[in-house]
């Protein structure tokens, strides 16, 4: 099983049990006007790596380039986002854990990890979609 499966079982299985992102399902409905942009968004992805590697995040853990995370201004921290390059079609499922990118050209920034699973090395037009629970379950079914 890759990290990624590992990781959306863990969601899925917390979530069952303790339901750690219910913020992350109720901000859009308390905040749905802020948010409705950014359903199906297609904007610039960046990513980050090593000169961040270790540093805190906003959420107030240390960040790990090799993980499955990025940076975004406004979607809640700790949401799950699926994250498609346009010009390839390879998708990833991404945590919000950090604030950012502090470019108005862009709308997120990728983990070197996630960047480099969608096969963006620069930057890169993305599709920024927003998952709930329900939707990473429906999705770690698929996959597994």
């Known amino acids: ?3 990624l499966m590992i990781a959306v079982f863990f969601v899925v299985i917390s979530g069952y049990f303790s ?3 219910q913020s992350a399902e ?6 749905a006007h802020k948010h409705k942009s950014i359903n199906h968004h297609h904007s610039t992805a960046s990513w980050y ?5 270790g540093k805190r995040t906003a959420n107030g ?30 998708t990833v499922i ?8 502090f470019n108005s ?21 993305v599709e920024i979609k927003p998952l709930a629970s329900i939707q990473l379950s429906r999705k770690a079914n698929k996959r597994g």
Not at 26 to 31: L, Y
Not at 94 to 101: S, Y
């Open 61 to 90: 853990e240390k960040f790990n380039m090799y993980a499955m995370t990025a940076a975004h201004k406004t979607l809640p921290l700790s949401s799950y986002v699926e994250v498609t390059n346009l010009k390839n079609n390879r």
């Open 1 to 3: 099983m890759n990290k």
């Open 49 to 53: 790596g090593s000169k961040f590697h």
């Open 105 to 125: 050209s862009r709308a997120m920034d990728l983990s070197y990890a996630a960047a480099k699973e969608l096969g963006i090395s620069g930057t890169g037009s």
């Open 19 to 21: 339901n750690p992102i």
């Open 26 to 31: 109720a901000a859009p409905r308390h905040n």
């Open 94 to 101: 991404v945590r919000i854990n950090d604030r950012g990118p």
